[in-house]
């Protein structure tokens, strides 16, 4: 499978001229009718022999080993589909920008149980169950993207990507959507431009990146599971290791502003590698300082709105059980940056200190990357993060930073979920209560950055 997404990625990286004019011709909106039965009309037929090629332009990827199953009857949509007992990953080039997705997922005779991820990992839909005969369409929004910064359609720079980012699914052009659970039916996909829902830029390190394998997560891919389809869409180009310095001077923050649009929204939280001494260190109530105040004003000539996310804390208690603040002034200095340029500040930092402190020295064991050795396939040592989080971690750090939006007067906070429960950092959800089917990519390898 490794060889298999390397070989992918090398070939987009060689002919990608080619790949950065043909996306642009790419046919949408796209309706796949996944089974072996007749295609309903305007659909197009997906078996399980269609495996994907950059040539085709769709079909299942990474290895992914799928059945069909066909009931019969006359909806053709909904007669058949394709499932399996191991997650399994459809993928479709499209241009870089925002889609609205819609999944028909059930079993006119049967019941089904899936979750869909897109991309590195990306949440959006968790634990769907649908009842014997039940048939649902369930949708989401999502940001596809790939490396190359363009000018009317040409092609004028490209994000450095660092060697181990040439793997990631959320580079290459394709919007991938990863199919898992106990019980996952999918009768059909559909695809749709988006071109009017504002979107959410995420800029930041390991502590917000869509991570691409088990078992890390960040709060960063979580975030979309909480919105609305159709009327936001989250866009993370955070990455591990980064720091303010290293996110401009790799064009990570060019390639935002060329995708952004007036009334979008970048959302910024760097600390954890920015605080560090060496070339791309920053002191905090300075060049720190300046250096957010030049994003803001960037992002105000754009018609863009910052938000700012102060940077959750290591996972360090002292003898009495609370948190050692290992993050010193900059937090602070993230707090006066927002109150001297009137933005709105996402005090993540202070959240998860009464987090980390609510669940204890043992139980935030279990909200980090902490596993003992052969936990995971090639796992030879232990692993033990107090930097970087669990599934669970990531959604519960998720969790905070929505619940900060629900109290501030920004715009698209409207467009959050309606049924989202209430909570308290004070009263993390319980371990017992979460839930994440473990996707097919692993490593034992621990992201850059601590």
């Known amino acids: 499978m490794q060889m298999d997404l390397t070989m992918k990625q090398i070939f987009s990286i060689i002919t990608i001229t080619a790949i950065a004019i043909g996306s642009a011709h790419a046919q ?12 309903a009309k305007g659909y197009t037929v997906v078996t399980p022999d269609t495996k994907f090629t950059y040539e085709k332009g769709y079909g299942f990827d990474q290895g992914s080993v799928v059945e069909a199953v066909d009931r019969g009857g006359k909806n053709t949509v909904t007669r058949d589909f394709i499932t399996s007992n191991k997650p399994f990953y459809f993928s479709v080039k499209l241009p870089d920008g925002n889609y609205d997705v819609k999944v028909i997922l059930g079993d006119v005779k049967g019941t089904s149980v899936t979750t869909v ?100 997560a960040a709060w960063g891919q979580m ?5 609305q389809p ?30 952004a649009k007036p009334g979008d929204y970048l959302f910024i939280e760097f600390t954890h590698n920015d605080q560090k001494l060496g070339g791309n260190h920053l002191d905090p109530f300075t060049t720190y300082k300046e250096t957010l105040k030049e994003w803001i004003a960037e992002a105000r000539k754009r018609n863009i709105t910052s938000v700012l996310v102060t940077s959750m804390h290591r996972r ?28 709105t500040v996402i005090d993540l930092n202070a959240m998860s200190k009464t987090l980390y402190e609510a669940w204890g020295v043992q139980t935030s064991l279990k909200a980090f990357v902490h596993y003992p050795a052969n936990t995971f396939p090639g796992q030879t040592e232990a692993l033990a993060d107090n930097t970087h989080f669990s599934p669970y971690g990531a959604y519960e750090l998720a969790r905070c930073v929505v619940k900060a939006l629900q109290a501030t007067d920004l715009p698209f906070v409207q467009y959050l979920r309606k049924d989202i429960p209430a909570f308290d950092p004070a009263k993390p959800d319980p371990l017992e209560s979460w839930y994440w089917p473990q996707s097919a990519m692993v490593t034992s390898t621990k992201p850059d950055g601590n």
């Open 28 to 39: 949408v909106p796209l309706k796949f009718d996944l089974g072996t039965g007749k295609a």
């Open 223 to 227: 975030f979309p599971a909480f919105f």
């Open 316 to 343: 360090s208690f002292d003898s009495t059980g609370h948190i050692i603040n290992t993050l010193l002034d900059y937090p602070e200095a993230m707090r006066q940056t927002g109150a001297e340029e009137k933005v």
């Open 117 to 216: 991820r897109a991309e590195c990992r990306r949440l959006f839909l968790q634990n769907v169950r649908t009842t014997k005969g039940q048939i649902t369409s369930q949708s989401f929004s999502v940001h596809v993207k790939d490396s190359i910064i363009r000018q009317n359609g040409q092609a004028v720079g490209k994000v450095k990507l660092k060697t181990r980012e040439i793997t990631y699914l959320h580079w290459d052009n394709l919007l991938t959507l990863e199919f898992n659970d106990l019980l996952p039916k999918v009768c059909a996909v559909e695809i749709t431009p988006n071109t009017k829902a504002p979107t959410i830029f995420l800029a930041g390190n390991s502590t917000v990146v869509d991570q691409d394998r088990e078992p890390w």
């Open 230 to 259: 159709g009327k936001i869409v989250v866009a993370n180009y955070a990455e591990s290791g980064e720091t303010l310095k290293a996110f401009k001077r790799e064009n990570r923050l060019e390639k935002i502003w060329n995708m």
